[in-house]
């Protein structure tokens, strides 16, 4: 938000011909915002002009102050590894009607990312699924079967 404070004050000596003070003030706010994929800048400007007149001096001050504040980046590049792991096992017993305790990425190729849904049984891995999904649409493929998944279904 930009705010300039303008204050001026004029006082004229008496023998002048005019004799008497007079005070004056204005305030414009102006609000702007702008915002980028990277960088969010906001920029305060406040300004104090201060004129004063005698039948000898005439002095006019300005102080002008500006402050400009820069935020961090807030862009979000899509689901989280926990976000999609968590997804995909809600999608899995949303599916079939059971849960698979354990879902993991396994590996991360460029927004591709490879979960793992299974448990641990009797010494052995028992998988139940993997996922072949878009980390910034959250949809893919089933790995082993081929099939079309979207695990923003259980989002709705």
């Known amino acids: 938000m930009k705010k300039a404070i303008?204050?001026?004050?004029?006082c004229l000596a008496a023998g002048t011909g005019?004799?008497?003070?007079?005070?004056?003030?204005?305030?414009?706010?102006?609000?702007?915002?702008?915002?980028?994929?990277?960088?969010?800048?906001?920029t305060t400007t406040a300004t104090e002009t201060t004129t004063t007149t005698t039948a000898e001096t005439t002095t006019t001050t300005t102080e002008t102050a500006t402050t400009t504040t820069e935020a961090p980046a807030t862009t979000k590049t899509?689901?989280?590894?926990?976000?999609?792991?968590?997804?995909?096992?809600?999608?899995?017993?949303?599916?079939?009607?059971?849960?698979?305790?354990?879902?993991?990425?396994?590996?991360?190729?460029?927004?591709?990312?490879?979960?793992?849904?299974?448990?641990?049984?009797?010494?052995?891995?028992?998988t139940s699924a993997w996922y072949e999904i878009d980390r910034n649409t959250g949809k893919g493929k089933n790995a082993v079967l081929g099939d079309e998944v979207d695990l923003t279904e259980v989002l709705k």
Do not use: R
């Open 6 to 10: 303008i204050i001026g004050v004029t």
């Open 18 to 42: 005019i004799a008497g003070c007079g005070a004056s003030s204005s305030t414009t706010e102006t609000t702007t915002a702008v915002e980028t994929a990277t960088t969010t800048t906001a």
């Open 78 to 126: 899509g689901y989280t590894d926990q976000e999609l792991c968590d997804m995909a096992a809600n999608y899995y017993f949303w599916t079939t009607g059971y849960k698979p305790p354990i879902s993991e990425v396994d590996s991360v190729n460029g927004d591709i990312v490879t979960i793992h849904l299974y448990e641990v049984k009797d010494g052995h891995t028992a």
